[in-house]
């Protein structure tokens, strides 16, 4: 089946640990994002990739690192410097950037 | 940036009731999608409109880009519409959809 692919979808993690989020894409999109929400809110671009080996920051990147080394997967490590971490991660990918974009199931990360 | 508004933020509805969700952007947009998200969740893609007029089954969705708005029409609705309805928007020169806060829908028997 074609889709995104994120894991874990619970994840419990100690403050002063990191964390690392997986999303795996097999449609052979060029772009993709990771999204956090937060209880009764929209959704925030922490990183975006448009190529391999390429990303930015988006509106709310700090704490957060992620790496592009295979055009399939995007993960997320959120680090110890993350202030509030516990949120709703969202992955998602387009087949370019600013086209029609597909979103994973999510990850439900608690700091405890 | 872009901004994204939606409205109503939330709606009750009875079984079989019609309803019109509304999503005001402040630019011209290169892309607008309309999702639902589950219970779960999981965002569900209802409609890629950037502009004009398209339907699924029970929902159609109208864009009317000149006027910066776009619409969700839901007909008949039933208890699994309940759930987030979310609008997200970009500009040509963007990088990222920009999300509306959302309108919560519950569909009542």
């Known amino acids: 089946d074609g889709g995104i692919t994120q894991s874990p979808k619970y994840l419990f993690r100690k403050e002063g640990q990191n964390v690392t989020l997986s999303c795996e894409q097999n449609l052979n999109h060029d772009a993709m994002y990771w999204y956090r929400q937060d209880p009764g809110q929209g959704l925030r671009l922490i990183y975006y990739?448009?190529?391999?080996?390429?990303?930015q920051k988006g509106d709310i990147a700090e704490g957060y690192s992620v790496s592009r080394e295979k055009k399939e997967s995007f993960p997320l490590t959120v680090t110890s410097a993350q202030k509030n971490p516990t949120a709703f991660y969202l992955c998602?990918?387009?087949?370019?950037?600013?086209?029609?974009?597909?979103f994973g199931q999510g990850t439900r990360l608690t700091v405890v | 940036g872009i901004q994204v508004e939606q409205s109503p933020p939330d709606l009750i509805l009875q079984e079989g009731a019609n309803s019109t969700l509304r999503c005001n952007f402040s630019?011209?947009?290169?892309?607008l999608q309309w999702f639902h998200q589950n219970p779960w969740g999981q965002l569900i893609n209802l409609f890629y409109?950037?502009?004009g007029t398209k339907q699924n089954g029970r929902l159609s969705a109208t864009t009317v880009a000149t006027e910066r708005y776009s619409l969700l029409y839901i007909s008949s609705s039933q208890t699994t519409d309940s759930g987030v309805y979310f609008c997200?928007?970009?500009?040509?020169?963007?990088?990222?959809?920009?999300f509306g806060t959302g309108t919560r829908l519950q569909v009542t028997l």
């Open positions: 990739s448009q190529i391999v080996n390429d990303f």
């Open positions: 997200a928007a970009n500009t040509g020169t963007a990088s990222k959809l920009t």
């Open positions: 998602a990918s387009s087949m370019r950037l600013n086209t029609e974009a597909f």
């Open positions: 409109i950037p502009s």
């Open positions: 630019d011209s947009v290169n892309n």
